[in-house]
């Protein structure tokens, strides 16, 4: 076995989906950083190989309506580099309404963005990690642990998404699969742009988080990045909030 291939050997492998979102190119830049070998998935296809061009990593592009496209993304890491260390997906959307307000096609909407594509990773990694171990990462939400207003649809969804996680955790276990969740609060980011540039509704937000501002993508993406590392060999089954003390916390008005 020549060098290159020796040293391609001892590089982790990560999959990231949903990976030019404010969160997703974050935590790509971060694990670029720390020499790992990436394979980056998106919906966006010209933002997808301008981000793998820039940080040389295999891309493919996401179909959520199709879950071989998530088989299609760790297929390419194992045919690659011939093995995969971590997954993570930070693939989301946002609905705020109240349920009344919600129809059919915006329910479906939700559950297929968030969950139906975290079982999907979930399903699809488990196998391909099943002889060597190696970590899931998955993304909730605040919303999900705290009763917040308007929230009814992506809060179910969101709440799926721990279930999930710890149900997962406790099943691949035993293989040395590592599933665990991070459950950000109000994050500035494009898909959040519509509140944060809202003088009215940003102003509102600070004040429930007790820390006094809302997040910035890297926060998440440290967070993940520290779950997927396999430093990290005995912490599974955890949903770590980043969420400024927003689900466990209140201060004094």
């Keep these: 076995m020549n060098s290159i291939n020796q040293e391609n050997d001892e590089k982790p492998v990560y999959v990231v989906l949903g990976a030019t979102g404010g969160v997703g190119s974050q935590l790509c830049q ?5 020499g790992a070998n990436l394979v980056i998935a998106g919906r966006n296809e010209e933002k997808t190989w301008d981000l793998a061009n820039k940080l040389e990593a295999k891309a493919c592009l996401l179909d959520l309506t199709n879950p071989s496209s998530i088989n299609s993304a760790i297929n390419l890491a194992l045919e690659n580099y011939g093995k995969l260390t971590g997954i993570a997906n930070c693939i989301g959307s946002i609905l705020l309404k109240p349920a009344h307000l919600t129809n059919d096609s915006e329910w479906t909407s939700i559950l297929e963005t968030n969950l139906t594509s975290a079982f999907f990773t979930v399903r699809a990694a488990a196998k391909a990690m099943s002889n060597t171990g190696g970590s899931i990462v998955l993304v909730s ?3 999900a642990q705290i009763g917040l207003a308007n929230h009814e649809a992506i809060a179910a969804a969101k709440a799926g ?10 099943s691949y276990a035993p293989r040395g699969i590592r599933v665990n969740c991070v459950a950000p609060g109000l994050v500035r980011t494009p898909l959040t742009a519509r509140i944060t540039s809202n003088e009215t509704a940003l102003k509102g937000s600070l004040s429930m988080h007790p820390l006094g501002r809302v997040g910035e993508a890297n926060d998440i993406a440290s967070a993940i990045d520290w779950l997927l590392n396999s430093e990290q ?3 599974t089954g955890q949903v770590i909030a980043v969420d400024g003390g927003l689900s466990k916390i209140k201060t004094r008005n």
Aim: aromatic share 4%; no cysteine.
């Design 161 to 170: 998404i721990i279930g999930l996680a710890l149900s997962a955790a406790a």
């Design 233 to 235: 060999s005995w912490v």
């Design 30 to 34: 971060r694990l670029k950083n720390r």
């Design 141 to 143: 939400s605040a919303a």
